[in-house]
């Protein structure tokens, strides 16, 4: 079975335990065999590239100042970002329209009903609202503090997927604006805007774009939250909770009237993407070699130490006598 030894210059070599014949050198009358042994392990050699230092700084967890100040900055660039890229309203308005007549052409224009179901219980729409303000941010951050604390292996997969996630959507708000359910003139109402706190006006409307529905990363970082924390907690009630936080953030979008169920979709599908994204990046660091395909280094072999060791060898076989006190099977001890 081959054996191997650590990695040194980024090349895996297969190896075979030392016997008889020579890898790196020739043996009397085995020229032959000895080549064609160098040559298999010549082919063996599995080339690396070595990971640049991007991905080794995507793969490992740094100091916990060093990651929150990195996430507070990435996320005051997006909302910023989100703000300087709002699109034509016009346009936008048009954008929610075309998909409000798309989910109603395959029986998924299921908003309006929703709102109006809410409307039927008293102080829900004043609840969800509230937990759409807040939600977002103060479960995301507070998983990710937890999971750097308690699940520091997974802390780096789950920050790069939402990393990811968030440049592929600020491509996508850039590209297709589109306007939120609430303001696209299709029958829903506006339920967080209010007397003393409005979207659309003041200071908030400065950075906040109205015309990035599509995609909902209010679901997708739902989704990353909920599954991989369905996935990484101890306890089962914990993990049910993780199952249960997309539906919750869903039913919380589409109640308040700020995304159609296709955006929540083109939400899931932007996760999907940037974790196997997170995932191509991070593992060649993240893992090490197996122990059987490791380099190594052989120790250098002349020929004359080959044919030495053979002399030895036939001179132990042809030697009657035993060596150190011991016989060999058959043979019988002479007399002291």
Known sequence: MSQGAPALDGHTVLTRPADAGSVTGNSPGGGGHDDGLRLAVERAVVRRRPPSSFRRALARRGSWRAEAVSAAAVYGIYELSRGL?????????????DIAALERSIHLFIERDVQRWAHSIPGLLGLFGGLYLTLHLAVTGGY??????HRPSAYALVRTTLLVATLISLTIFALYPTAPPRIAGIGISDTISGAHFNLNRGLVSSVYNPFAAMPSMHFGYALVVGASLAYEAGPR?????????PALVLLIILTTGNHFLLDAIAGALVVGV??????A????????DPPMLQVVTPTPRTICDDEGAADASRQR???PLPTAGFSRPGSVLPEL
């Open 85 to 97: 890229l709002a699109g034509d309203p016009p346009t936008a308005i048009r954008h929610a329209t």
């Open 144 to 149: 990710l503090l937890w999971l750097y604390r």
């Open 237 to 245: 009630s914990v993990r049910v909770a993780g199952s249960v936080y």
């Open 274 to 279: 940037a974790a196997l994204t997170a995932r």
């Open 281 to 288: 990046l991070t593992p060649a660091v993240a893992t090490s």
């Open 317 to 319: 076989e042809s030697d």
